[in-house]
């Protein structure tokens, strides 16, 4: 059975680094084809992807978001942890990590939900 | 960057009502599609990729078409379960794109 889960701070401030760790279970991130992504979701707004790592280490980010966003595996920790910089309010979201298994979001987390307020 | 746009923003329907979602993108992506359903709280749910190929334990009441630039979601006999908004999403290697989101509402 895969299981995910989201964890960081639920609150952080303008211009501060939000750091999130995904956690999962049930699969091996060595595995090949088998990724996991960010995902995130401002509140009654839509599904926004964010970054993307692969079991080879390869990684994909958001173009327009790129500049700020970080990705890296343990994969003995099975741990996803994805940096944002620079955080600002309209970064306020839910955050969510997804199991991909050549490219399908077949197993979500139940995400997180961060606010950026000073 | 591809862009992709889903219409209409809502739908009003009634239990066992067909329904029909139409997403759109900026250029071809041939059938690299996907349809998820999120209801309120929840993570989203797969329910369809490569434009028409059904998620395991998907009911199949739900189907996808399409190709190109233009894609359907449809759903027959629609149960109170469905009610939920629906994206569409381009995937690839390289990156993912979802569309707006569709909100199925009761009438």
């Known amino acids: 059975q895969i299981t995910l889960k989201e964890s960081g701070p639920t609150l952080v401030e303008p211009t501060q680094t939000l750091t999130l760790t995904c956690t999962f279970s049930?699969?091996?991130?060595?595995?090949?084809?088998?990724?996991v992504g960010w995902i995130r979701q401002p509140p009654g707004k839509a599904l926004e992807w964010l970054a993307l790592?692969?079991?080879?280490?390869?990684?994909r980010y958001s173009p327009s978001l790129k500049s700020r966003l970080t990705i890296t595996k343990d994969t003995s920790r099975n741990q996803v942890v994805l940096t944002m910089t620079n955080m600002d309010p309209v970064d306020t979201a839910t955050y969510y990590c997804?199991?991909?298994?050549?490219?399908?979001?077949?197993?979500w987390g139940q995400g997180t939900l961060v606010t950026v307020s000073s | 960057d591809i862009q992709m746009t889903q219409s209409p923003s809502t739908l009003s329907a009634s239990v066992g009502d067909r329904v029909t979602i139409t997403c759109r993108a900026s250029?071809?992506?041939?059938?690299?599609l996907a349809w998820y359903q999120q209801k309120p709280g929840k993570a989203p749910k797969l329910l369809i990729y490569?434009?028409?190929t059904l998620q395991s334990g998907v009911p199949s009441r739900f189907s996808g078409s399409g190709s190109g630039t233009v894609f359907s979601l449809a759903i027959s006999g629609l149960q109170s379960d469905d009610f939920a908004t629906y994206y569409c999403q381009h995937y690839n290697s390289d990156s993912w794109t979802f569309g707006p989101g569709t909100r199925v509402q009761i009438k």
């Open positions: 997804a199991h991909t298994d050549y490219l399908l979001l077949d197993y």
């Open positions: 049930g699969f091996s991130l060595s595995s090949s084809g088998v990724g």
């Open positions: 250029q071809s992506i041939s059938v690299w």
């Open positions: 790592i692969y079991w080879d280490d390869d990684k």
């Open positions: 490569k434009a028409s």
